[in-house]
């Protein structure tokens, strides 16, 4: 199993060491399968509602405009015509829907593949269950100074099974989510719904503690 540090409150590494579940993140990536995962969850995001009138839409007369000879310009059919200014669109978008899909094992080798890439280039950080009592962005901002990845794209994925029955967690959680949305190139998401997307577009994942137990509970 791979090691990993865990980091504290400071962005400082502690003498406390994780190991990531092999089932998750020590698999060999399936590059096919991510690719395919992003060009679905890519293609689920477009909304399909481009629409242009085409000639049968348009409003105007169909009756011919002008005399077929005799005018010295061009040969003149329908106002509709897309020829003319206000005529229909030839061949112009229409509604349609992009869904794609894909299977429950498919989608779980591709998300497993993400945290191992991850894994494998040394972009798996963990930080410690510290304590937010309130939103505090520069405080999380110090955390991401000390791990030296700030600036970069960040995915930020916090704990979403162990504060169930405890307010507390919960509140904490949320604290923590508010203090790092409006850092710059940061993004933070529960780590039971994460997608493949995000954690393959990240430069680097930073996990609470606690959210490593959501992931393996999830995806092992």
């Known amino acids: 199993?791979?090691?990993v540090a865990v980091y504290d409150i400071e962005g400082k590494k502690t003498s406390e060491e994780v190991e990531l579940n092999d089932v998750v993140f020590g698999i060999e990536p399936n590059k096919s399968i991510l690719h395919q995962a992003v060009k679905v969850y890519l293609a689920n995001q477009r909304q399909g509602t481009a629409k242009a009138k085409g000639r049968s839409e348009?409003?105007?007369s169909q009756a011919k405009a002008i005399n077929q000879k005799g005018s010295g310009g061009a040969r003149r059919g329908s106002k509709r015509s897309?020829?003319?200014?206000?005529?229909g669109k030839t061949f112009g978008p229409s509604p349609r829907d992009y869904t794609l899909k894909m299977n429950k094992k498919q989608k779980l080798l591709a998300k497993r593949s993400a945290f191992s890439d991850q894994a494998i280039s040394d972009g798996?950080?963990?930080?410690?269950?510290?304590?937010?009592?309130?939103?505090?962005?520069?405080?999380?901002?110090?955390?991401?100074?000390?791990?030296?990845v700030l600036g970069k794209k960040?995915?930020?994925l916090v704990d979403s099974y162990s504060y169930i029955d405890d307010d507390s967690k919960y509140d904490n959680t949320v604290?923590?989510?508010?203090?790092?949305r409006n850092i710059k190139n940061i993004r933070c998401q529960v780590a039971d719904t994460v997608t493949t997307y995000e954690i393959v577009n990240a430069d680097y994942i930073a996990i609470q503690k606690d959210a490593l137990i959501t992931i393996d509970r999830v995806n092992a």
Do not use: H, Q, R, Y
Not at 82 to 87: A, D, N, R, S, T
Not at 124 to 147: A, C, R, S, W
Not at 175 to 180: M, R, T, V, W
């Open 58 to 60: 348009v409003s105007g």
């Open 154 to 156: 960040v995915l930020v």
């Open 124 to 148: 798996v950080l963990v930080f410690d269950n510290f304590k937010f009592d309130v939103p505090k962005t520069t405080k999380f901002l110090n955390v991401l100074k000390g791990m030296e």
């Open 82 to 87: 897309p020829l003319l200014v206000g005529g």
């Open 1 to 3: 199993m791979k090691k």
């Open 175 to 180: 604290n923590i989510l508010k203090s790092a």
